[in-house]
């Protein structure tokens, strides 16, 4: 008869190889998306649920992040997956413009572009008048409302401020103060009168700013051509519009011109290449589940999803997209 100890020697180490086998088939993973009540935050918990479906033994854990720090976080091998930002990924790569003096983010790849992209909005309350223009060149005791300090759309705020040769200091100086936090939190503060502007990116449509209208009316500006114009030469942004109907209680009838930021999923060269491969693979075979999760990956498109690469393309995603004939190189 075998006794207690070698019994439980022999449950032991059985327990050990089927712990073996499985972790050798399981794998979990982190996904930056953006702050709480953002798109982006939105788009990876549904999406991370997506994948878990989809790709047998994967975990996928969603998590908050912001354009600006996420390509670190990939870097560093905090997250293996992330969404960022065109030129924020190019610039984190080449240790350039807001990555100035920090190691480039060399590890950087890309999965695809265009996955959510986040227009921004400008936001005007009731009893506002001022045009973009005269609020920034004359405006007064202004409460304004922005992303969180270091997110991609609190640092093109510094931009825009910069255009018209403002910055924090100088407005504040002109009794300006200025609430930079969580979307879902600068809603609660528009919809509470604490706010006379806001200015921040959002996929469409934007979960906060639908929480806005329900409780407060506003006014969606227009982006000057000029400030167009200047993002495009200065930081590499391109422009486009909030289409009719989006948010009718601030749009009226009409579509709004503004400035667009590519949303690029990113991941990591220390990522496998056989991972990736499955993580491309569900997203592209479920292109048509995507709206459900946000309205804004209505317009993804795998076949056309590394024609711009800010950064170089993963070899797993590389491998998925020349099997569909969709890219050569």
Known sequence: MLNG???KRIVAAAGFAVAMTTGAMAQTIEWRGGSIGGGWYTIVSGAAKLLEDKVPGLTVKAVPGGGAANPVA???GQAQLAMSIDIFAAMAAGATGTYQGRPAA?????IGQSFGDTPYHFIRA???TMDIATLFREGR???FGGANNGATD???????????GQTYDSLRARGWRFQLAAYADLAGAYRDGQL???????GLPGSAVVDMATGRDGELLDIPQDVMDAFKQRHGMGSGVIPVGTYPRYQGNREVKTLVMATTLVTSSDVSEDIVYRITKAICESVAELPRIHGSLKDYRCET???NRPVPVHPGALRYYRERGWVQS
């Open 126 to 128: 009731p009893g506002q």
């Open 196 to 202: 006379d502007y806001a200015f921040f990116a959002l």
């Open 74 to 76: 990939v870097q560093q």
């Open 141 to 143: 005791n202004i409460r």
């Open 5 to 7: 100890t070698f019994l």
């Open 305 to 307: 999803a590394v024609a």
């Open 106 to 110: 060399d590890k950087l790849r890309m």
């Open 154 to 164: 609190e640092i093109a705020l510094r931009w825009l401020l910069a255009v018209y």
